[in-house]
């Protein structure tokens, strides 16, 4: 197979691996995050205390986790007809990555949050902060960096997830690899794809320690995008209002000498 005929086909695989790992990313930060928040508030001496919320959570969670993604992919192929309206496709495996990845994600943000010291955590209360000042204002900001590790890791694994995804009909650099390399011996095609897969993970590791190192050395907060340090932001105390001073009396002229 020569290069121009190699270069469309790599060109919409990584369009299509692309896709599925910016999409299901998103999905899995919109349902790992809570989870993990949840998992720390209801724990035992949590915010929220509510053990059998947190176990019935933890549950869910360990399922999840446990089932390998080849298998739950399988097993999801009438829910996600049932979701997007094909069972092959980007399209369809972004529901199935999203769903094995979110639980992996909310453990990771668990520990992470578990890092911040409570400390800071009854500081706030004391001072009459609510648990959504306590997840905003300390936790979240407290591990952030942490919690950026976590993605990473959870986005290298998705990179992972959508090769394999290509096996039952994802698409992407896994499908190509499988058709092409595996099935028509074109081991040239073959050997791109795993040059590319390469690439990318590297890129995406690259890019989660430079931000993890950024916002470590500057305190997570500190060193977050505009739009997430004015929403972890302490409230900033009403301006005083200036007093208005009343001008010194003159001095009372010199006693008249009494005559």
């Not at 035992?44 to 509510?50: A, P, S, T």
């Not at 094995?100 to 400390?119: K, M, N, Q, S, W």
């Amino acid at each position: 197979m020569t290069w121009a005929e190699m270069q469309p086909l790599l060109q919409n695989a990584c369009l299509d691996t692309l896709f599925m790992v910016w999409w299901s990313t998103v999905y899995t930060i919109l349902g790992g995050l809570p989870l993990g928040i949840l998992l720390v508030l209801t724990d035992r001496g949590g915010l929220l205390q509510n053990v059998v919320v947190n176990k019935a959570v933890g549950v869910v969670v360990n399922l999840g986790r446990s089932l390998p993604f080849i298998v739950l992919m399988v097993w999801l192929i009438p829910f996600s007809r049932f979701v997007v309206g094909t069972s092959i496709g980007p399209s369809a495996a972004v529901v199935a990555l999203a769903i094995g990845a979110i639980p992996f994600f909310a453990r990771l943000v668990e520990t992470a949050l578990r890092e911040v010291d409570h400390g800071l955590v009854e500081a706030v209360q004391s001072m009459g902060g609510g648990t959504w000042t306590v997840i905003f204002k300390v936790l979240l900001p407290q591990a952030l960096p942490s919690v950026i590790a976590g993605l990473t890791t959870t986005v290298i694994a998705l990179i992972g997830y959508s090769a394999m995804a290509g096996a039952v009909g994802g698409g992407g650099l896994g499908n190509l690899a499988i058709v092409y390399g595996y099935q028509r011996s074109e081991t040239g095609l073959m050997n791109i794809t795993i040059v590319l897969l390469i690439v990318i993970v590297t890129l995406v590791q690259l890019a989660g320690d430079l931000a993890v190192r950024t916002l470590a050395r500057r305190g997570g907060r500190q060193a977050a995008p505009v739009g997430l340090r004015r929403l972890f932001a302490p409230a900033r105390p009403a301006a005083a209002k200036p007093v208005a001073t009343v001008p010194a009396q003159a001095e009372a002229p010199e006693a008249v000498k009494s005559s």
